[in-house]
C-alpha cells in the first residue's frame, strides 16, 4: 500500500449516517482513511462498532481503515481488527498492559502500530519507545463521544513529541482526535500534528469532498514541515 503525505485527512465515521454506511463511506473517497472509532462502553462511557462492523466497513470503504481502540485490554483484542484488514489499528496507552509487545504483534500482522493518550495523560513515558509506533494520536478531548470542543491546552503535549520525534529522527506520525475543525486544524498543525480526524466538520458539511479538501490546505498552511 503506498501512504498518503502529510497532511492526513481522515473523517470520523462516528459522524456518519449509521443506517447507510456504505453511502456516506463512499462520500469520503478523496480523504486519506476512514477513521472508526470502537468503544466498549468500559473504557469510555459509549457503545459502538464491533469487530463484525469493522468487518463489514472493510469490505465497502474505498479508503483504508484508521481503526481508534477506546476499549479496555487491547492486548487481547487490537490483533483481531489488525487481521480483519485495517490498515492502521491505534489502541490507548493507558488500557495497554504491553504497549511495546501488542505494537510489534500488529506490525507482525500487516497493521500501522498506534497508541493513544488522553489529554491528562503525559507524553513523556512515550519518548524512549517511540520507534515502536507508527503514529502517535493525542487526542485533543476527552475520548468517549464526537462533537467535543478542541482542547488548546494539549497543543504543548503534540509539540513536545514532534520536536522529540524529530530529534531522534523518527518518522512517526503525529494524529489529533477531537474538535478538528476549519477553525482549529491549523493550530494543531502548527503544534506538529500531520494527521487529522474531524467528524462534524466532515459529515456535517454542505459539500463533504469540499470539506475534506479544505481542512487539507489549512493543515498544510499550519504545517512545521510546510
Known amino acids: 500500500?503506498?501512504?498518503?503525505?502529510?497532511?492526513?485527512?481522515?473523517?470520523?465515521i462516528l459522524a456518519a449516517d449509521f443506517a447507510n454506511m456504505q453511502s456516506e463511506l463512499a462520500k469520503i473517497a478523496s480523504a486519506d482513511?476512514?477513521?472508526?472509532?470502537?468503544?466498549?462502553?468500559?473504557?469510555?462511557?459509549?457503545?459502538?462498532?464491533?469487530?463484525?462492523?469493522?468487518?463489514?466497513?472493510?469490505?465497502?470503504?474505498?479508503?483504508?481503515?484508521?481503526?481508534?481502540?477506546?476499549?479496555?485490554d487491547p492486548d487481547r483484542w487490537a490483533p483481531g481488527y489488525a487481521e480483519l484488514g485495517a490498515a492502521s489499528v491505534t489502541f490507548h496507552l493507558e488500557a495497554a498492559h504491553d504497549p511495546v509487545a501488542l505494537a510489534r504483534r500488529l506490525r507482525a500482522?500487516?497493521?500501522?502500530?498506534?497508541?493513544a493518550i488522553k489529554p491528562g495523560t503525559a507524553a513523556e513515558p512515550l519518548f524512549d519507545i517511540l520507534d515502536e509506533f507508527d503514529q502517535i494520536l493525542v487526542m485533543?478531548?476527552?475520548?468517549?463521544?464526537?462533537?467535543?470542543?478542541?482542547?488548546?491546552?494539549?497543543?504543548?503535549?503534540?509539540?513536545?513529541?514532534?520536536?522529540e520525534a524529530r530529534r531522534r529522527g523518527s518518522d512517526v506520525w503525529l494524529q489529533v482526535d477531537g474538535g478538528i475543525s476549519l477553525d482549529t486544524i491549523g493550530q494543531?498543525?502548527?503544534?506538529?500534528?500531520?494527521?487529522?480526524?474531524?467528524?462534524?466538520?466532515?459529515?456535517?458539511?454542505?459539500?463533504?469532498?469540499?470539506?475534506?479538501?479544505?481542512?487539507?490546505?489549512?493543515?498544510?498552511?499550519?504545517?512545521?514541515?510546510?
Open 33 to 72: 482513511y476512514a477513521h472508526v472509532d470502537v468503544m466498549d462502553n468500559h473504557f469510555v462511557p459509549n457503545l459502538t462498532f464491533g469487530p463484525q462492523m469493522v468487518d463489514r466497513i472493510q469490505q465497502t470503504s474505498p479508503i483504508p481503515l484508521d481503526v481508534h481502540l477506546m476499549i479496555t
Open 140 to 163: 485533543t478531548v476527552e475520548p468517549g463521544f464526537g462533537g467535543q470542543g478542541f482542547m488548546p491546552e494539549t497543543m504543548p503535549k503534540l509539540r513536545m513529541l514532534h520536536d
Open 109 to 115: 500482522i500487516g497493521a500501522r502500530a498506534g497508541v
Open 188 to 226: 494543531a498543525a502548527e503544534a506538529g500534528a500531520d494527521t487529522f480526524v474531524a467528524g462534524s466538520a466532515v459529515y456535517g458539511a454542505s459539500d463533504i469532498e469540499a470539506a475534506v479538501t479544505g481542512l487539507r490546505t489549512l493543515a498544510r498552511a499550519g504545517s512545521l514541515e510546510a
Open 1 to 12: 500500500m503506498t501512504l498518503p503525505s502529510a497532511p492526513r485527512i481522515n473523517p470520523s
